[in-house]
């Protein structure tokens, strides 16, 4: 990061999972979530960054070849994104002035149905998904941050106000 003055862009790749958990995955969720904190810190610094934290992509990557896997996200509400959406998703956000970014495509009635959606962690979800849904029953749009691009607002607040607390800014 220190070595890196004079460029154009410095695009980073994380997951989604540093947003919104996953059971068994904590060591990965945290080194994602650096790499997010890593881009705020930076472009608060007047320095070029973005972090993408990636959903699921449905036709390339790990979880193509394991339909244990595939089961497991479709059960929790996950819906896969294609490449090309991946990479017309990539190239609006390299064109934005934004530090972070969550592309995925989300089932959130799924997900807030689980046992494991009554956890506090889930609430800010809980209440964005409700409005949400009250506006538009069904979209199948690419959620960027958590909800259709519109309902971004309560997640983008909690994980600046998490990470400018880590950060100490």
């Known amino acids: 990061h220190r070595l890196t003055d004079g460029l154009d ?8 999972t540093a947003a919104l958990g996953n059971v068994g995955q904590a060591n990965y969720a945290a ?8 881009a705020v810190y930076r472009k608060t610094r007047g320095l070029p960054a973005l972090s993408i934290a990636w959903g699921l992509l449905g036709d390339v990557g790990l979880v193509v ?6 089961k497991y996200f479709h059960r929790m509400g996950f819906e896969p994104l294609t490449a090309a959406e991946a990479f017309a998703t990539l190239e609006t ?6 530090s972070y970014a969550a592309p995925f495509r989300m089932n959130w009635s799924k997900l807030l149905s689980l046992p ?18 009250q506006q538009t029953r069904a979209s199948n749009s690419v959620s960027i941050a958590g ?7 309560a997640i983008e607040a909690h994980l600046l106000q998490t990470l400018g607390r880590i950060l100490g800014t």
């Open 9 to 16: 862009y410095f695009l980073l790749f994380s997951s989604a």
């Open 31 to 38: 080194s994602n979530a650096f790499l997010d904190a890593l």
């Open 65 to 70: 070849g394991r339909l244990d896997l595939q």
């Open 93 to 98: 956000l390299m064109r934005s002035n934004r």
């Open 116 to 133: 494991v959606a009554t956890r506090s962690r889930y609430a800010n979800f809980r209440s964005a998904v409700q409005t949400e849904s």
């Open 147 to 153: 909800g259709p691009l519109d309902s971004r607002n």
